[in-house]
C-alpha cells in the first residue's frame, strides 16, 4: 500500500490509505440497526481498536468489533453487518473483500430491559 495521507495513484493504479478503508467500513457499520461500532473513550481509539485489516492478495479481511442492542437477533445482524461492509467497501473503492469476521463484544441493555 502506498504511503500517502488520503489516496494516492501509480502508473494508473489507485490506492486507498487504511484509514479511508477503516472509515468506510466504519460507516457500514453504523447503518446496520441496533448495532455500535464497540470500544469507549474517544472516537479515534473507538475507531482504530474495533475494526483491524489485513490486506492480501486475495483481498481485505475484516475484523469488526461491535455491541448489540438487546431485542435484535444477532446472527441476523452478523449477516447485514458482513453484507454491507462487503458492498460499501467494493463499490467506494478497488479493493475486494475476501472476508468479514464480526465479533460481538457485548448486548447493550435500556432503561426498559430492566425494569
Same mark, same amino acid.
Given at each position: 500500500?502506498?504511503? &500517502? +495521507? !488520503?489516496?494516492?495513484?501509480?502508473?494508473?493504479?489507485?490506492?486507498?490509505? &487504511?484509514?479511508?478503508?477503516?472509515? $468506510?467500513? #466504519?460507516?457500514?457499520?453504523?447503518?446496520?440497526?441496533?448495532? @455500535? *461500532? @464497540?470500544?469507549?473513550?474517544?472516537? #479515534?481509539? +473507538?475507531? @482504530? =481498536?474495533? *475494526?483491524?485489516? !489485513?490486506?492480501?492478495? %486475495? %483481498? /481485505?479481511?475484516?475484523?469488526?468489533?461491535?455491541?448489540?442492542?438487546?431485542?435484535?437477533?444477532?446472527? =441476523? *445482524?452478523?449477516?447485514? $453487518?458482513?453484507?454491507? *461492509? !462487503?458492498?460499501?467497501?467494493?463499490?467506494? @473503492?478497488?479493493?475486494?473483500?475476501?472476508?468479514?469476521?464480526?465479533?460481538?463484544?457485548?448486548? $447493550?441493555?435500556? =432503561?426498559? =430491559?430492566? /425494569?
Amino acid at each position: 500500500m502506498a504511503d &500517502a +495521507r !488520503k489516496v494516492s495513484t501509480v502508473k494508473g493504479k489507485t490506492y486507498y490509505n &487504511a484509514s479511508i478503508v477503516k472509515g $468506510i467500513v #466504519s460507516l457500514a457499520v453504523s447503518e446496520v440497526e441496533g448495532v @455500535s *461500532i @464497540s470500544g469507549g473513550g474517544k472516537k #479515534s481509539a +473507538r475507531f @482504530s =481498536d474495533s *475494526i483491524k485489516l !489485513k490486506f492480501g492478495a %486475495g %483481498g /481485505i479481511c475484516v475484523d469488526v468489533n461491535v455491541n448489540v442492542l438487546t431485542g435484535y437477533n444477532v446472527p =441476523d *445482524i452478523a449477516l447485514n $453487518i458482513q453484507q454491507n *461492509i !462487503k458492498h460499501s467497501v467494493e463499490s467506494m @473503492s478497488e479493493y475486494k473483500i475476501s472476508a468479514v469476521n464480526v465479533h460481538v463484544e457485548s448486548v $447493550i441493555f435500556t =432503561d426498559e =430491559d430492566l /425494569i
